[in-house]
């Protein structure tokens, strides 16, 4: 089935950096999500994309729909202590046809 | 307030037993989904509903059962042939009848642990 390919794993960065991680599929996906899930918690949406070049911010989170459908980036500008969790990206291949596959996830953690 | 609740958090059960998670939403959403989610492991479709007495399997549904007798309720039932059945479970929902279609809004999960 199809995949998506999440990186890094994990990231360790000082408070006040800035993170950027991506989302590849080898297959053309209509919809790209961002959800971002505390320890012990339901994930929750951050932003969603569904437009090929589309760019979408959110306070300090910038998504982008990649040109060639086939990938996702998410950037946190100026990171704080509440940015700690599990970020998943998560693609639709026809969108409100097609069940939502997840990545596997880039675990964030701010050093003190 | 509006949202998704599950119960019980954590659920500890010895091995062979059938056990069922509870998930309710009053946010008058039609569809409703079950998904596992396993240490460094994306979210897998267990089952979903879109309507009252209506629901489909999903990618991993050997081993589980579902059942949607009101709108607001989804339970799901974790079987003694669910081979792996430790894990962490999270019920979702969303507006509209044709599942996938809106943004799911996820419960805040229960984590599951067999013995």
């Known amino acids: 089935g199809q995949q998506l390919n999440q990186s890094p794993q994990s990231m360790f960065i000082q408070e006040g950096e800035d993170v950027s991680m991506n989302c590849t599929s080898s297959s053309i996906f209509n919809t790209w999500l961002w959800y971002k899930q505390d320890p012990g918690e339901g994930p929750v949406l951050l932003i969603a994309?569904?437009?090929?070049?589309e760019l979408t911010s959110n306070g300090r989170l910038t998504a982008q729909f990649g040109i060639t459908r086939k990938d996702s980036f998410l950037n946190i500008s100026a990171s704080i202590p509440s940015d700690v969790g599990i970020y998943f990206c998560a693609g639709q291949l026809r969108r409100g046809d097609d069940k939502i596959i997840f990545g596997k996830g880039t675990r964030l953690h701010i050093l003190p | 307030d509006g949202g998704i609740t599950q119960s019980p958090k954590y659920l500890f059960r010895k091995e062979g037993q059938n056990v069922t998670l509870s998930c309710e939403q009053n946010?008058?959403?039609?569809?409703m989904y079950w998904y596992r989610q396993d240490p460094g492991q994306g979210l897998r479709l267990i089952y979903y509903?879109?309507?009252?007495?209506?629901?489909q399997k999903g990618d991993i549904a050997e081993g589980y059962s579902v059942s949607r007798e009101k709108k607001e309720s989804f339970p799901l039932t974790v079987t003694s042939a669910q081979k792996n059945p430790t894990a962490f479970y999270l019920c979702a929902s969303s507006d509209g009848r044709t599942p996938f279609t809106d943004t799911q809004y996820f419960g805040p999960g229960t984590r599951l642990t067999v013995l």
């Open positions: 509903s879109q309507i009252v007495n209506d629901f």
């Open positions: 994309l569904y437009k090929a070049g």
């Open positions: 946010l008058n959403h039609d569809a």
